[in-house]
């Protein structure tokens, strides 16, 4: 039974690179052995992982936090997604609320094939709160929320036209004042659309249009 999440891993062609752009939105991030490095969050840890030989940055792996049970691969049927647990948080230091005010993440999307196999993994066997489980016919698509802990697990299914294979698709970074963090980030130069409002009554949005890694990435101002 997991409680919370522990990190995201974000898979890349060079670490000292990707950390040099991504410090731009997010802050210095600190080494953590084997040509990794990482930055702890008030909910997850941010770790960057060099994937050599890669052109592209991708979302790798997300680890959970199970407190009674050793380090494992969590079993994800013949998707398998790389989702993982241990018992205690991997990345040490306090955590912070970063130089551009970004204070966590929001929550992670996953695309998938199989929606109701989700609510067998995530909900049924993992624990996870299931928070939404709607249709969008707008877009063709299922939504579910999954939550645990103080972050959530957004999981997508195109009922038109589905992935072939489950992988996590982009993050959503938690602002408490997204005036300030975005005026932070012109002066980081990092490239931005509008703010606007955000598809939950009362939140604000704006998307990251540069120094995300390539990773599709939101901005939210939580409703006040």
């Given at each position: 039974?997991?409680?919370?999440?522990?990190?995201?891993?974000?898979?890349?062609?060079?670490?000292?690179?990707?950390?040099?752009?991504?410090?731009?939105?997010?802050?210095?991030?600190?080494?953590?052995?084997?040509n990794a490095?990482?930055?702890?969050?008030?909910?997850?840890?941010?770790?960057?992982?060099?994937?050599?030989?890669?052109?592209?940055?991708?979302?790798?792996?997300?680890?959970?936090?199970?407190?009674?049970?050793?380090?494992?691969?969590?079993?994800?049927?013949?998707?398998?997604?790389?989702?993982?647990?241990?018992p205690a948080?991997?990345?040490?230091?306090?955590?912070?609320?970063?130089?551009?005010?970004?204070?966590?993440?929001?929550?992670?999307?996953?695309?998938?094939?199989?929606?109701?196999?989700?609510?067998?993994?995530?909900?049924?066997?993992?624990?996870?709160?299931?928070?939404?489980?709607?249709?969008?016919?707008?877009?063709?698509?299922?939504?579910?929320?999954?939550?645990?802990?103080?972050?959530?697990?957004?999981?997508?299914?195109?009922?038109?036209?589905?992935?072939?294979?489950?992988?996590?698709?982009?993050?959503?970074?938690?602002?408490?004042?997204?005036?300030?963090?975005?005026?932070?980030?012109?002066?980081?130069?990092?490239?931005?659309?509008?703010?606007?409002?955000?598809?939950?009554?009362?939140?604000?949005?704006?998307?990251?249009?540069?120094?995300?890694?390539?990773?599709?990435?939101?901005?939210?101002?939580?409703?006040?």
């Amino acid at each position: 039974m997991v409680t919370g999440f522990d990190r995201i891993t974000l898979a890349v062609p060079d670490v000292d690179e990707a950390a040099a752009s991504y410090a731009k939105l997010l802050g210095d991030f600190q080494p953590l052995g084997d040509n990794a490095r990482g930055l702890a969050l008030s909910n997850v840890g941010i770790a960057l992982q060099e994937n050599v030989g890669a052109d592209t940055s991708v979302i790798a792996g997300l680890t959970m936090l199970d407190e009674e049970n050793p380090a494992h691969k969590l079993e994800s049927g013949d998707r398998n997604l790389p989702i993982f647990s241990v018992p205690a948080r991997s990345l040490s230091g306090e955590p912070v609320t970063t130089s551009t005010g970004i204070a966590g993440v929001d929550h992670l999307v996953l695309n998938t094939r199989d929606a109701d196999d989700c609510i067998r993994l995530f909900n049924s066997e993992l624990g996870m709160r299931l928070a939404l489980d709607q249709e969008v016919p707008e877009w063709g698509g299922r939504m579910l929320f999954f939550r645990c802990g103080k972050m959530t697990l957004e999981v997508i299914q195109n009922l038109d036209n589905p992935v072939e294979q489950d992988h996590f698709w982009g993050i959503t970074y938690l602002c408490p004042n997204l005036n300030a963090t975005i005026a932070q980030l012109d002066n980081n130069g990092v490239a931005h659309s509008e703010i606007r409002d955000g598809r939950k009554p009362g939140t604000r949005v704006a998307t990251v249009k540069s120094h995300d890694l390539g990773i599709p990435t939101l901005l939210i101002e939580p409703t006040q």
